[in-house]
């Protein structure tokens, strides 16, 4: 019997979900990443922190937030070589209450920027 699946725990849903080539309007070019390793490439590439944080800020091991960002990543580049749309949705993860400060790491992205549980 394999392990069950461990949520990752993320902010929050990115508020644009969809992004794609001006020029390609073909719906079946499309990459779908998850919403785990959007939030792994937030937290490494946009915030800056080291694999090591990133997994204790998604309550995961390293080598997990190493195999969805590289996995991010892999799906980043699909898109912009082949030209294909690049879709963020699902996966297995659970959203932060918004109290960082009980959570170790001091803050928390939707507060910053004004995206609050209630306008998600």
């Known amino acids: 019997m394999p392990r ?3 949520r990752k725990l993320v902010c929050g849903p990115p508020v644009y979900n969809l992004y794609a080539p001006v020029t390609n309007t073909n719906s079946q070019d499309l990459v779908v990443m998850s919403i785990e390793e959007f939030e792994a490439i937030r937290l490494i590439d946009y915030e800056g922190l080291d694999q090591e ?3 204790e800020r998604m309550e995961v091991a390293r080598s997990t937030v190493q195999r969805l960002y590289n996995e991010a990543r892999r799906k980043i580049a699909e898109s912009l070589v082949q030209g294909k749309a690049l879709k963020i949705e699902g996966g297995c993860y659970s959203v932060c209450s ?3 400060e ?5 803050h928390c992205w939707r507060h910053q920027h004004g995206r609050h549980r209630n306008n998600l």
């Open 4 to 6: 069950p699946i461990k």
């Open 53 to 55: 944080h990133c997994a």
């Open 98 to 100: 918004g109290d960082f």
């Open 102 to 106: 009980v959570k170790k790491c001091g």
